[in-house]
C-alpha cells in the first residue's frame, strides 16, 4: 500500500487548504485513514481520522475548522482546513491503518507542507 498527498501550500491567516491523500496497492481492508501533523522538533500528533464505517475524529484543536471527508476515488480521503491559523503551520502526513493478509499495519504518506501567516 502506498499513499499520495496533494494539496499543501502557503496562506494568510484565516484562509483555507484542502489536502487530498489517494491510497493504492492490496488491502484486505483500509481500516482507518487520517491525518497527522507535525511541528518541527515535535512528535506527530493525529488531528483528523475517518474509519471504514464513516466513524470520524477530530482533534480538539482543529475541532469546528477541518472537515475530514471521503473523495469520490475510492480509498480516497480530504482534508478541508478553514480559518487556518498561524499555529496550524506544520509537516501534515496522511496515513492508513490497513489489514492485509490477516495482519494489520500502519501506513504513512509523505509529509505535505502547510504554512500559515499572520
Known amino acids: 500500500v502506498q499513499l499520495q498527498a496533494s494539496g499543501g501550500g502557503s496562506v494568510q491567516a484565516g484562509g483555507s487548504l484542502r489536502l487530498s491523500c489517494v491510497a493504492s496497492g492490496s488491502a484486505d481492508n483500509f481500516l482507518v485513514m487520517g491525518w497527522w501533523r507535525q511541528y518541527p522538533g515535535t512528535q506527530r500528533e493525529l488531528i483528523a481520522a475517518?474509519?471504514?464505517?464513516?466513524?470520524?475524529g477530530y482533534a480538539d484543536s482543529v475541532k469546528g475548522r477541518f472537515t475530514i471527508s471521503r473523495g469520490n476515488a475510492k480509498n480516497t480521503i480530504n482534508l478541508q482546513m478553514n480559518n487556518l491559523n498561524p499555529d496550524d503551520t506544520a509537516v501534515y502526513y496522511c496515513?492508513?491503518?490497513?489489514?492485509?493478509?490477516?495482519?494489520?499495519?500502519?501506513?504513512w504518506g509523505p509529509g505535505t507542507l502547510v504554512t500559515v501567516s499572520s
Open positions: 496515513y492508513t491503518d490497513v489489514k492485509f493478509r490477516g495482519q494489520q499495519q500502519r501506513v
Open positions: 475517518i474509519s471504514d464505517i464513516d466513524n470520524i
